[in-house]
């Protein structure tokens, strides 16, 4: 499969009254999981939100060199799904598909019980799968994973780096995620940025120098700490 540019993200700027919150110029190429690493409120969040224009901005974002409305889905910390209603019938709403729990993400993700229990009755971890199952069973070509890790056990994190290694390696989409526990992307970044001050750095000759997230990062936040 050939490289090339999947999102470009030129001048993207928000504002919060005279306050400027991001100032972001991004590339990515198809394949790329890509990390965002930042402390809490540099606006990872508000990044995603942009991109997935629930919030204005100014500037400029492509996907594939073209308009990214439909070509983008992520989920957020708190999404909302119909509580009353099984993972099988919020998936098929989702991903408007009457057959939606037989794709394959789907079934590799998330057990025949698990697809018939109501998303209100499921612990945070499960809720979380039935959205992670969802955004991979899409048809995006850029996935946004905000805070994904949150709720996941070991074994479940493990099952859904096997899914995204089979994603990346078939479908070639780009992936962005962020999180706190950085231990769960294993070896699945190919690009590693940090947010702060409005603006991303990028982190990803180091990263791959040593090999460890959490040594990147430790080694940049000191850097840059007043």
Request: contains cysteine; glycine residues 8%.
């Amino acid at each position: 499969m050939g490289v090339s540019t999947s999102l470009s993200v030129v001048g993207l700027r928000k504002s919060y009254g005279a306050r400027r919150v991001l100032d972001l110029d991004l590339e990515l190429n198809t394949g790329d999981f890509c990390v965002i690493l930042g402390e809490n409120g540099v606006g990872k969040s508000t990044s995603f939100r942009c991109l997935l224009n629930l919030d204005n901005y100014e500037g400029v974002v492509r996907v594939h060199g073209q308009d990214p409305r439909g070509r983008i889905l992520g989920i957020l910390d708190h999404p909302m799904m119909y509580l009353r209603w099984t993972a099988a019938a919020n998936l098929r709403y989702v991903l408007n598909d009457s057959h939606a729990e037989k794709r394959r993400e789907v079934q590799a993700l998330l057990h025949e019980d698990l697809l018939r229990k109501p998303y209100g009755k499921m612990s945070t971890g499960q809720r979380k799968l039935v959205l992670l199952a969802a955004l991979l069973a899409s048809d995006a070509d850029v996935l946004l994973l905000d805070e994904f890790s949150n709720g996941l056990d070991q074994g479940t994190r493990q099952k859904f780096r096997d899914v995204i290694r089979h994603d990346i390696a078939t479908r070639g989409r780009t992936i962005i995620a962020t999180g706190h526990d950085l231990s769960a992307f294993g070896d699945l970044p190919t690009r590693v940025l940090a947010l702060q001050d409005t603006k991303l750095t990028d982190l990803t000759p180091e990263y791959f120098a040593n090999k460890d997230l959490s040594t990147t990062y430790a080694n940049y936040a000191s850097r840059n700490t007043p």
